[in-house]
């Protein structure tokens, strides 16, 4: 059996000394990594390959690593790791927020970064196995490999975190997820997330369900235990 494709790993980092050691590690875990120094550069890397995993630095000379991601994320939904030289928790919220899947303070391993980027890796992947399944019917269309989703023939203007959200409820449809279930569902670190941020995700989805079918409801909130899809 021929060996499995070694995974492309797009490293976004500005301090040479830091994507040495980065790259060094990465080679040895068996992924690709391809390094570039800039916001711009690495927006070019994605116009003409593909990667399975973006490593990006906050701090860019002619970015910042926010800002890019929320560029990537209009287009794309490739998984991504912060690094960043600030630690405090608002940071790492708001990073998640806009669309990363984990956040590294440094300093940092090298180990823990390898190790982080396969966690993330698996999780995403065992994501696109379970959205796989959700239905295209009557009332739902979904298109997994362009990440839309569609009610009752409109389509959807979801961030990345409705879209996993609804995802989670779509595959099961009358099944009660608690919000603990939905932010593991749709956060990857869902420990960066608080029950009212899934609250808040529900109530602006909401709206824009009422946006496509002002006449539907299709999320119900089960007091105390927390939300489903309704089965039509």
Not at 65 to 71: A, H, I, N, P, S
Not at 93 to 105: C, F, H, N, P, T
Request: proline letters at 6%; aromatic letters at 6%; a neutral charge.
């Amino acid at each position: 059996m021929p060996p499995a494709p070694r995974q492309t790993i797009l490293l976004v980092e500005d301090e040479p000394s830091i994507a040495e050691t980065l790259i060094y590690a990465l080679e040895t875990e068996g992924f690709t990594p391809v390094w570039k120094t800039t916001g711009r550069e690495a927006l070019a890397v994605l116009e003409r390959q593909t990667v399975a995993l973006i490593v990006l630095d906050v701090g860019l000379p002619d970015t910042n690593g926010f800002d890019l991601c929320r560029e990537i994320r209009r287009t794309r939904e490739v998984p991504i790791i912060f690094l960043t030289a600030r630690s405090e928790d608002v940071d790492r919220i708001v990073g998640l927020e806009i669309g990363g899947d984990d956040y590294v303070a440094k300093p940092f391993s090298p180990r823990e970064l390898t190790a982080r980027g396969r966690a993330v890796l698996r999780r995403t992947g065992e994501r696109r196995i379970a959205t796989a399944s959700a239905r295209t019917d009557g009332v739902w269309q979904h298109d997994e490999a362009r990440c839309r989703l569609s009610y009752r023939g409109k389509p959807l203007d979801c961030t990345r975190n409705e879209y996993r959200l609804l995802c989670a409820l779509l595959a099961q449809p009358g099944r009660v997820f608690s919000r603990d279930q939905l932010m593991e569902a749709a956060w990857s670190d869902s420990g960066a997330a608080l029950d009212r941020t899934v609250d808040a995700h529900v109530k602006s989805l909401r709206a824009k369900l009422r946006e496509a079918a002002p006449e539907f409801d299709p999320i119900v909130t089960h007091r105390g235990l927390g939300y489903s899809l309704r089965e039509e």
